[in-house]
């Protein structure tokens, strides 16, 4: 009567495994890539199988051998490393779950939860989404999920098995940072005041528009004005922090430090900060972030804040002469 986990040492795996525990289960987890440590204080109450869900053996002789009843089936490539690797993902995705969906079949499984997404939806979605809202996925990672979601309906009317299906938005956790996937570092660096961590991790996205930036820093902004942090540090931080965040990811410092502006100016005026020292905490950490880039960066960024329309020049130009003044001060003191 064991419960199957795919995916089982991954995040939101894991958690399941521990809930799982606590209940009494008797528990699989089949993973291509053991993450040992999320299991650490229960791998003597779960037995951990190794192998691709790609491989129809592999899937069958986990299932039989194990006498599973229910599935979890959570494994998979995310979105991300799925845009960068369709064929993986298509052989993980997609032949993964039907591997899943068969061998359920074929040992008399009575339940399998199958784990979709959000990014089966993607055009011409309102801002309510239910059970009649149109798929139509922009992603590849999308694209599998939905294709999965229609098998499991199939094999449930054809053969009966309970299948059912979640489809999650954006999950995030502490410590969990998957390469492209912005939310996580965006809300642990909001916490902790830098925003480089979210620019780099989202460097994919953020580097071709100043959007993504604007909305990066604003969000961030948010979060920190919750987890009780000083509004105008914060806005200071993250604004720097995308700049040189940017920078590594090879994007436009010019707009991304006017994108950054706009969006701390926003944000603090959603969480009551005052306009302008908002602008000014802003200027004045997009300038320290060029200026430590080197100095044609920092010329360029101040060119690019004085020449925008939407800030207030007066404010912007006091902000970037008190900037540079803190500047030449610290390099008299030879700091």
Request: hydrophobic share 45%; with cysteine; glycine share 12%.
């Given at each position: 009567?064991?419960?199957?986990?795919?995916?089982?040492?991954?995040y939101?795996?894991?958690?399941?495994?521990?809930?799982?525990?606590?209940?009494?289960?008797?528990?699989?987890?089949?993973?291509?890539?053991?993450?040992?440590?999320?299991?650490?204080?229960?791998?003597?109450?779960?037995?951990?199988?190794?192998?691709?869900?790609g491989n129809?053996?592999?899937?069958?002789?986990?299932?039989?051998?194990?006498?599973?009843?229910?599935?979890?089936?959570?494994?998979?490539?995310?979105?991300?490393?799925?845009?960068?690797?369709?064929?993986?993902?298509?052989?993980?995705?997609?032949?993964?779950?039907?591997?899943?969906?068969?061998?359920?079949?074929?040992?008399?499984?009575?339940?399998?939860?199958?784990?979709?997404?959000?990014?089966?939806?993607?055009?011409?979605?309102?801002?309510?989404?239910d059970?009649l809202?149109?798929?139509?996925?922009?992603?590849?990672?999308?694209v599998?999920?939905?294709?999965?979601?229609?098998?499991?309906?199939?094999?449930?009317?054809?053969?009966?098995?309970?299948?059912?299906?979640?489809?999650?938005p954006?999950?995030?956790?502490?410590?969990?940072?998957?390469?492209?996937?912005?939310?996580?570092?965006?809300?642990?660096?909001?916490?902790?005041?830098?925003?480089?961590?979210?620019?780099?991790?989202?460097?994919?996205i953020?580097a071709s528009?100043?959007e993504?930036?604007?909305?990066?820093v604003?969000?961030?902004?948010?979060?920190?004005?919750?987890a009780?942090?000083?509004?105008?540090?914060?806005?200071?931080?993250?604004?720097?922090?995308?700049?040189?965040?940017?920078?590594?990811?090879?994007?436009?410092?010019?707009?991304?430090?006017?994108?950054?502006?706009?969006?701390?100016?926003?944000?603090?005026?959603?969480?009551?900060?005052?306009?302008?020292?908002?602008?000014?905490?802003?200027?004045?950490?997009?300038?320290?972030?060029?200026?430590?880039?080197?100095?044609?960066?920092g010329?360029?960024?101040?060119?690019?804040?004085?020449?925008?329309?939407?800030?207030?020049?007066?404010?912007?130009?006091?902000?970037?002469?008190?900037?540079?003044?803190?500047?030449?001060?610290?390099?008299?003191?030879?700091?």
């Amino acid at each position: 009567m064991a419960k199957l986990v795919t995916g089982g040492t991954g995040y939101i795996a894991a958690e399941l495994a521990h809930i799982l525990v606590e209940r009494g289960e008797e528990v699989v987890l089949f993973d291509i890539f053991i993450n040992e440590y999320r299991v650490e204080d229960i791998k003597n109450k779960v037995k951990i199988v190794r192998g691709d869900l790609g491989n129809f053996p592999e899937v069958a002789n986990v299932v039989k051998d194990n006498g599973v009843t229910e599935i979890y089936h959570m494994g998979g490539l995310l979105t991300m490393v799925s845009e960068g690797n369709p064929w993986a993902s298509f052989r993980a995705n997609v032949i993964g779950t039907y591997n899943v969906l068969e061998a359920a079949r074929l040992f008399s499984v009575k339940k399998m939860m199958f784990t979709s997404s959000i990014g089966t939806y993607g055009l011409g979605i309102g801002d309510v989404i239910d059970d009649l809202t149109m798929q139509r996925p922009t992603n590849f990672y999308g694209v599998g999920k939905l294709y999965c979601e229609g098998l499991g309906r199939w094999y449930m009317n054809k053969f009966g098995l309970d299948f059912r299906s979640i489809r999650y938005p954006a999950t995030v956790g502490p410590n969990v940072r998957t390469p492209g996937h912005w939310m996580p570092p965006m809300i642990e660096d909001a916490i902790s005041g830098v925003a480089e961590g979210a620019i780099e991790g989202a460097s994919d996205i953020v580097a071709s528009t100043s959007e993504a930036v604007k909305n990066i820093v604003h969000s961030a902004i948010e979060g920190a004005s919750e987890a009780g942090m000083d509004v105008l540090t914060a806005v200071r931080n993250v604004a720097r922090g995308a700049v040189s965040g940017t920078a590594k990811v090879g994007g436009d410092i010019a707009l991304a430090s006017v994108a950054a502006v706009e969006g701390a100016v926003e944000a603090a005026g959603k969480v009551g900060a005052d306009a302008s020292e908002a602008v000014r905490a802003a200027v004045i950490g997009v300038i320290h972030a060029a200026d430590n880039i080197g100095s044609e960066a920092g010329a360029t960024v101040r060119k690019a804040l004085m020449n925008t329309a939407s800030l207030p020049r007066d404010v912007v130009k006091k902000a970037i002469g008190g900037s540079a003044k803190k500047q030449s001060a610290t390099i008299a003191r030879g700091q």
